[in-house]
């Protein structure tokens, strides 16, 4: 019998809710809708953060982490493989990129980017050229919490107390047309000039001294969603094939399937060398990640030392694997690409529609399921709003209080300040549900800009 619906700031004796006032606790989900302890609903708008694929309590995810908890719930990976890690790496190979042969599981989102930073430098060393130390990456990324996922993304506000502890790592200019394409430019032409920058930022240290560049495919938590102009990613791909450098894409995010297509690099026509996968890879039913790894790195491991050097206790955790192959065997049984590319039109016809000339909303970008909704002060000078005013704070806030749940995105950005809104409902959701949630934003962004 729950008899809690919030737990005030000073009772709490969990350090993230000790920071933060006025959560509700959350007692169960169905479909789309997450059921507050004093039985409110909320529609859960952005999937948590771009997580809950499938919704909540999906009978088939439930049904498959059950029977698996009831045969095996863990075995250590130094001892033993299990069937449903096998098996969900055999799929995740099946429908992955050209040339990635291989995957490694890990608990999440940051785990992933760690390990793809040092399986690409344990590459270099396999194969004779371990001068290579050096990163490069963009600003207004993220890429992860710890230390190595930390330097590389590129949210000066997150690192700056880090700062000192991170390993240097060289940010060039992410792809932002809102903001930095010239009017005089073409979209490729802004493309092109990106990949100029990070030619420059390459020969300044030595093409032969780098180890990879790192991007997300669809940028998401920094900046809204930053999908890429055409040809920047192809631009980018040859130019570092042309030094020998690797290609990282970060889809922690925007990949599986939250954009449209099960990676987001399959639409920019790319295969990255190392590719990171997480929140929707379980949809949130357990804490899983990967890492899918291009064959000429697992060869280049296989010929050389024989063992990638890292690993955590909880790699390929049997529960979260079945979790995970559950989730994606959903998806491609109901046809859920398909249904995100036209509930994603939907979306965006919508958002366009209700909030297109809004005085206070400066762009809305996005594909898929997978959208930002960037708020300015004014939209000819596009200036943000002060950043004192929290806004994406009270949006979050306001937009809870009616029964819909959106990510939003502030603070310090390199100096400047932006507020936006993340949107990523579950593959699952009705068109009627995607009309609750864009009336409600409508009537947040309302309400929080006229405050
Ligand atoms: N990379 C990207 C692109 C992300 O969006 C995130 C999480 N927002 C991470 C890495 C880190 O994932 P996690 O929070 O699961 O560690």
């Not at 390199?414 to 936006?420: E, F, I, L, N, T």
Request: aromatic letters at 6%.
């Amino acid at each position: 019998m729950n008899t809690l619906t919030h737990v005030s700031q000073e009772d709490t004796h969990i350090l993230h809710r000790q920071l933060r006032s006025g959560l509700p606790l959350a007692v169960g989900g169905e479909g789309a809708w997450l059921i507050g302890a004093d039985g409110k609903r909320y529609l859960d708008g952005s999937g948590g953060a771009a997580v809950s694929c499938l919704g909540h309590a999906h009978p088939d995810v439930l049904a498959a982490m059950h029977a698996q908890i009831d045969r095996l719930a863990y075995a250590h990976t130094s001892f033993f493989s299990t069937e449903v890690a096998e098996q969900l790496a055999d799929q995740l190979v099946a429908t992955a990129p050209e040339g990635m042969s291989h995957v490694y599981f890990v608990s999440g989102g940051s785990e992933a980017v760690e390990a793809a930073l040092k399986m690409a430098r344990q590459y270099f060393v396999e194969i004779g050229q371990p001068q290579r130390q050096h990163f490069i990456a963009r600003r207004q990324s993220y890429h992860g919490n710890t230390l190595g996922a930390l330097a590389v993304g590129g949210n000066a506000w997150r690192r700056a107390q880090f700062q000192p502890l991170l390993i240097d790592v060289t940010h060039v200019a992410p792809c932002y047309p809102y903001r930095d394409q010239a009017p005089t430019e073409t979209p490729e032409q802004y493309g092109q000039r990106l990949v100029g920058e990070l030619s420059q930022a390459i020969d300044q240290l030595g093409g032969e001294n780098v180890i990879a560049f790192v991007a997300e495919t669809v940028g998401g938590a920094t900046a809204g969603v930053l999908t890429p102009v055409p040809g920047y990613f192809k631009a980018v791909r040859e130019l570092c094939d042309r030094h020998g450098i690797l290609l990282i894409l970060d889809e922690v995010m925007c990949g599986m399937g939250r954009t449209g297509t099960l990676h987001a690099c399959e639409a920019e026509g790319v295969v990255p060398d190392l590719l990171t996968i997480a929140k929707g890879l379980g949809g949130g039913y357990q804490p899983i990640g990967a890492v899918l790894a291009h064959h000429r790195l697992v060869d280049a491991f296989r010929q050389g030392s024989g063992l990638f050097q890292h690993g955590h206790t909880y790699l390929g955790h049997a529960v979260a694997c079945a979790a995970a192959l559950a989730v994606q065997q959903v998806i491609a049984r109901d046809g859920l690409l398909d249904r995100v590319q036209v509930l994603g039109s939907y979306l965006e016809q919508r958002l366009r529609a209700e909030l297109g000339q809004h005085p206070h909303v400066g762009d809305i970008r996005g594909r898929g399921l997978f959208w930002g909704v960037e708020l300015v002060a004014d939209r000819d000078t596009k200036q943000w709003f002060d950043p004192a005013r929290k806004l994406h704070a009270k949006l979050k806030a306001d937009a809870m209080a009616r029964g819909i749940l959106v990510y939003p995105m502030g603070g310090t950005v390199d100096g400047q300040a932006g507020d936006h809104v993340l949107l990523a409902p579950p593959f699952i959701c009705s068109e009627a549900e995607i009309d609750f949630l864009v009336a409600r934003l409508v009537e947040s962004i309302q309400a929080v800009t006229s405050m």
